[in-house]
């Protein structure tokens, strides 16, 4: 390739919200920032069905429903499906990965998917885990956008088997789509993914099932706010949260202690305890733009 990016060719398997945005942000930025050489990009789905309608609004995309199609020759495959689902295709297909082919995966747990990665690649193909932290409560290729991974942080997972080469290119890549690039441990990841992004769903979930129906009359944009999460893909996040069992109960068994805590100085009248509870939490949401956080 050129200096500007590492990749020629990229195989993009699964088609909605996550790998069609990948594939619109190759192609918008690779315009952007005039690469002399666009990388050609080939989407794996399912259905041709719909395969056919990303052709239509997006020639420049090649689409198959043959997997291993889509990643012959590519020289960086990334899966865009379901935790669950990537690991039974990479036990299937491994075999079938070329010497010196770069693997991630944007799932939203990673540590079973390391481990499979780990114990079925060859050692002469590259792997790391992936995880940008972006999404969406709509799905499919419709929702799609070259703007998703902006300014988003993507966390790299590599294992004590990843080679720095692979960790280079895949921060370049990150970068190129206009993230901004962490790497941390696939456990470490798992246990923040549970407290920042998947007990907040869970959380959001069960606010919406005890919300009296009656109350929506008067509900304001702080309700609507706080559960927009909640019109996620059930499936989808019924998925993730078994995936992730353990870091999510974890951040269950903490919240529990939290919401006992403050039902406590309630029942007691003490609101000096309960304002310290709620200072400190609005002094941390305030300190979210230091780390810069979209608030």
């Known amino acids: 390739m050129n200096n500007d990016f590492p990749f020629s060719s990229i195989a993009v398997i699964g088609p909605g919200l996550m790998g069609g945005s990948i594939a619109l942000a190759v192609i918008e930025n690779s315009r952007r920032q005039n690469l002399k ?3 050609d990009i080939r989407v794996w789905g399912r259905n041709e069905s719909s395969l056919s309608s990303i052709r239509t609004a997006q020639p420049e995309l090649k689409t198959t429903t043959s997997l291993r199609e889509a990643i012959s020759g590519a020289e960086l495959i ?15 297909y491994s075999p079938y990965f070329e010497a010196g082919t770069l693997v991630t995966d944007v799932g939203s747990t990673k540590a079973s998917v390391d481990e499979i990665a780990s114990s079925q690649l060859d050692k002469n193909v590259l792997w790391c885990g992936s995880h940008p ?4 409560d709509s799905s499919g290729f419709s929702s799609a956008s070259s703007t998703l991974y902006q300014d988003a942080v993507t966390v790299l997972t590599p294992t004590d088997k990843t080679q720095k080469e692979a960790i ?11 993230s901004k690039v962490i790497t941390l441990s696939a456990e470490k990841h798992d246990q923040f993914a549970a407290e920042i992004s998947h007990f907040p769903h869970l959380l959001a979930f069960l606010v919406m099932n005890c ?25 989808m996040w019924l998925e993730i949260l078994s995936d992730n069992k353990q870091p999510v ?14 039902k406590l100085y309630l029942e007691q009248g003490n609101l000096t305890a309960l304002g310290k509870v709620l200072e400190k939490a609005a002094q941390s949401r305030r300190a979210l733009k230091k780390h810069h956080v979209t608030t």
């Open 78 to 92: 990334i899966f865009c499906t379901p935790v669950k689902i990537t690991s039974e295709l990479l036990k299937k």
């Open 211 to 235: 919300t009296q129906v009656d109350a929506f009359s008067m509900l304001g944009p702080g309700f609507r706010d706080f559960t927009r999460i909640a019109a996620s893909p059930s499936q």
């Open 168 to 178: 280079q290119k895949l921060e370049t890549f990150w970068t190129f789509l206009g």
């Open 249 to 262: 109960i974890k951040s269950i068994d903490q919240f529990i202690v939290a919401l006992q805590e403050a």
């Open 37 to 39: 050489d666009a990388p």
């Open 133 to 136: 932290m972006a999404g969406s």
